[in-house]
């Protein structure tokens, strides 16, 4: 059954202000649309768990593959469980990652293979893919800067060259799917971003 709501993801690389976005559009859009907003991995009480085990610093011997099924069996419940019935009732879902993330951290960044990753993202998500994902592009030196001020998870610890390899696939990813990815620029104020995002937000809702 297709969705009657619609459905936004936010991607871009560790520290690009994603988060920070994903609120701001909750408090701009929340007194016209039911507007549900989520994270990946997480999201549910079984995604939160695998989160936990995927994000955490000791958990240093997880092996890329066995990390992108993680990251999948997270989306399936995700999607099952909140995002298909949200988009059935008619609401705005806006999705702090998605599919995307899989293709650019495990792919150009831990080096699986791209077209192994995109079959996995058709399994665990029955094929949905956001109606508009807004790419956040920042300079990996500026995304660390900006990490810099919290505690880093097993993710971020990663150095500036996987950081390097990741905002390249998403740069791929965007030129390969133009019309449904747009890019931001990360580096900008939050005010300069939010109206980024509107402007493109304005076609689809």
């Known amino acids: ?32 649309y039911e507007v549900l907003v989520l994270r990946e991995p997480g999201g ?22 066995t990390e992108a099924f993680l990251y999948a069996a997270s989306r399936s419940q995700l999607v099952e469980e909140m995002i298909l019935p949200a988009l059935q009732a008619g609401k705005i879902v806006i999705a702090d990652r998605f599919m995307d993330s899989t293709i650019a ?9 791209i077209e192994f990753l995109q079959e996995l993202n058709h399994l665990c998500t029955g094929g949905l893919k956001p109606d508009l994902t807004l790419l956040l592009d920042i300079d990996p030196e500026e995304g660390q800067k900006r990490r810099n001020q919290d505690i880093p998870d097993r993710l971020e610890k990663e150095g500036l060259e996987f950081q390097s390899r990741v905002r390249a696939g998403y740069l791929a990813l965007q030129r390969a799917e133009p019309d449904r990815i747009k890019l931001l620029n990360g580096g900008a ?9 509107l ?6 809702l």
């Open 1 to 32: 059954m297709r969705a009657k709501g619609k459905f936004i993801s936010l991607e871009g690389i560790d520290g690009c202000g994603k988060t920070t976005l994903r609120d701001q559009l909750y408090d701009y859009y929340k007194e016209k």
């Open 44 to 65: 549910t009480e079984v995604s939160e768990k695998i989160r936990d085990m995927l994000l955490d610093v000791r958990n240093v011997g997880i092996k890329p593959r």
């Open 105 to 113: 951290y495990q792919g150009y960044g831990r080096g699986l293979d």
């Open 189 to 197: 104020s939050i005010i300069e971003l939010r109206g980024q995002a």
């Open 199 to 204: 402007q493109h937000l304005a076609v689809l």
